[in-house]
């Protein structure tokens, strides 16, 4: 079975802190995402790799940064977390390959920002 | 804007009625996908359709993907407890990215 972990399931920070999500997955996947899910916004888009130290933007990666050192880690940052980057964020790895391959997700982390 | 949209946002039904939810798009997408996501977890796939018109059927659950590539459908039937949960749409085109819907909220009620 496919598994990808994040390193949190709750994060309380402070607006301005430098905050880091950590995912690992141990299917040997290719692909790997960052995505934040919001009521009614459904699963927008932050970052994803597709080889390690390679990167690409998303739909929405204005605040966050990313890190890719190793196949197995994808590291999300936000650098200086501000109260609308409260949020579910998803952490989903795949195979190589297109979006039609199947993304298999972490539980989540969810984050709130004071 | 969404790429996907879905309907309804919300639904509750009795245990044992059927249920349909529908993602729209005026965008063609090449494949689309169906995930469930339970409280506290990561959406989980339940199903990948590629070709206009096809039908897959898994258990109790159908889905259904239009001619023209830019709408789905899932029906179930027989609702159980069990099918409680968000489910997602998301469509896929050539490259690593996925267009997710907003999601409908499906309560069943015992």
């Known amino acids: 079975d496919v598994k990808v972990t994040q390193s949190s399931r709750y994060l309380v920070k402070r607006t301005g802190e430098k905050v880091f999500l950590e995912c690992v997955q141990d299917m040997d996947h290719e692909n790997m995402f960052w995505y934040r899910q919001d009521p009614g916004l459904g699963l927008r888009l932050i970052y994803f790799?597709?080889?390690?130290?390679?990167?690409e933007k998303g739909d929405i990666p204005e605040g966050y940064s990313v890190s890719r050192e190793k196949k197995e880690r994808f590291s999300l940052i936000l650098e200086s977390a501000s109260t609308n980057q409260t949020s579910m964020y998803l952490c989903?790895?795949?195979?190589?390959?297109?979006?039609?391959?199947?993304?298999?997700f972490g539980p989540g982390t969810r984050l709130t920002v004071l | 804007t969404q790429l996907l949209e879905q309907s309804p946002q919300f639904l509750s039904i009795q245990e044992g009625e059927n249920l349909t939810v529908y993602c729209n798009s005026s965008?063609?997408?090449?494949?689309l996908q169906w995930y469930r996501q339970e409280p506290g977890e990561g959406p989980v796939l339940l199903v990948t359709v590629v070709t206009g018109g096809e039908v897959k059927k898994l258990k109790r659950l159908t889905f259904q993907f239009g001619d023209a590539r830019k709408d789905s459908s899932l029906h179930i039937t027989a609702a159980q407890t069990g099918d409680t949960g968000l489910y997602l749409c998301a469509g896929a085109n050539n490259d690593y990215k996925l267009s997710f819907g907003a999601g409908t909220t499906v309560t069943v009620r015992a």
């Open positions: 989903a790895s795949s195979l190589e390959g297109t979006g039609h391959v199947e993304q298999f």
């Open positions: 790799s597709y080889d390690v130290k390679m990167k």
């Open positions: 965008s063609v997408f090449s494949s």
